[in-house]
């Protein structure tokens, strides 16, 4: 039961309540191992959107993390990070990725660019940008191109015009 609807399985009030499927899961670390990243030499970006399973799905490429060669990890923080075991798995994810070297930033928009800001737990759902520390940012970042969506109401909490005025001040400051 995804932060954008999806699932796997049927969930209550979901839009699909169609037969449950059976999925075959996959490791980061044998997929990097099949097809050969595990001892390339090459830079990895990841995006991972496993609606809620970003901790499984880090632990599953710890070697592949290991190798250092993982420059940079894309990630949502969704509404599962909001619930009680949600919160939990996302500070174990911060750990984990503290302790392999990473710093982790956003965008003070998630529908603009500007300069990634060092990430800040909030109440916002987010992309999380997970970047090694041997890797420096850049100061600026254009905004993404034209054809993507503006973020649906429905994925950011109501708030005040004046909170968010506050809260993207912080971010920067």
Request: charged residues 25%.
């Amino acid at each position: 039961n995804s932060s954008m609807g999806h699932s796997l399985v049927p969930q209550p009030g979901n839009r699909s309540q169609g037969k449950t499927l059976p999925v075959r899961l996959e490791t980061l670390d044998n997929i990097a191992s099949q097809t050969g990243y595990m001892n390339s030499d090459r830079p990895v970006i990841l995006k991972i959107d496993t609606e809620g399973h970003e901790l499984a799905t880090l632990k599953g490429g710890l070697e592949l993390l290991k190798t250092g060669r993982v420059k940079a990890i894309i990630w949502e923080k969704g509404h599962f990070h909001n619930s009680q075991k949600g919160i939990q798995e996302f500070k174990a994810i911060m750990g984990l990725l503290r302790d392999l070297d990473y710093d982790s930033y956003r965008f003070p928009h998630e529908d603009m660019g500007g300069p990634l800001v060092p990430y800040a737990p909030s109440h916002e759902l987010c992309n999380v940008i997970s970047i090694d520390r041997s890797v420096e940012p850049l100061k600026n970042y254009k905004q993404p191109w034209s054809a993507h969506s503006v973020m649906s109401h429905a994925m950011r909490p109501s708030v005040s015009k004046n909170f968010m005025i506050g809260f993207t001040e912080e971010l920067i400051e």
